[in-house]
């Protein structure tokens, strides 16, 4: 359990520091890296599957990979970098056991938090626009939603990205700007 003294010290780490410490030992940081990033990437792995459930194992097991990986972490990169690269593989294997399993995702609606003050008739218009966009996100190569989720809903720069992908920054640019097109001709189609 964390003291309240040790839990205040960790807080004030930068996420790189905090896996060191885990890397050395301290496993009490993984707490706290957690809950910075379970939610973030949840919605990164939601996006990419369609699928509520598989997107919370996913998260755990990627939290538990990041633990018995935790010697791999070298601390030169970032470590939002070195996650999503880690959550990236553990998708895929998943991917590839439902495959095996004859499984796959389930488009499930996209819901938005929408202020609670708004029309309830601008809520609805909200809602449809949201659901549209996630279904016209669901028809994007895999490929071309990831960049698009990593760049747009996570908001990591595209250094970030080309590090996670492997790939050049440049080559990251490009995928995003074919992303994009791609995803405006689709929604024009699933619009009108």
Do not use: C
């Not at 598989?54 to 070195?82: A, C, N, P």
């Not at 056991?97 to 996209?110: D, I, L, N, P, V």
């Not at 490009?174 to 992303?179: E, M």
């Amino acid at each position: 359990m964390l003291s309240e003294t040790s839990h205040g010290n960790l807080d004030a780490l930068t996420d790189n520091a905090i896996m060191i410490k885990i890397k050395e030992g301290n496993l009490d940081g993984m707490r706290l890296l957690f809950v910075r990033y379970n939610r973030p990437l949840y919605g990164f792995l939601f996006r990419m599957t369609n699928d509520r459930e598989t997107s919370e194992d996913i998260v755990q097991e990627v939290f538990y990979r990041m633990l018995k990986s935790r010697h791999t972490f070298m601390g030169t990169g970032e470590f939002r970098t070195w996650m999503y690269h880690l959550s990236r593989n553990v998708l895929k294997d998943v991917i590839r056991k439902h495959k095996k399993a004859g499984h796959h995702f389930e488009m499930t609606a996209f819901e938005e938090r929408i202020d609670s003050g708004a029309a309830a008739d601008e809520k609805l218009l909200k809602q449809q626009e949201a659901a549209m966009v996630q279904e016209a996100l669901g028809r994007l190569s895999p490929e071309f939603r990831e960049v698009l989720i990593l760049s747009r809903y996570q908001d990591l720069r595209y250094s970030e990205i080309a590090a996670i992908l492997d790939i050049t920054q440049g080559a990251v640019k490009v995928r995003v700007h074919r992303a994009i097109e791609q995803l405006k001709q689709i929604f024009l189609k699933t619009a009108y």
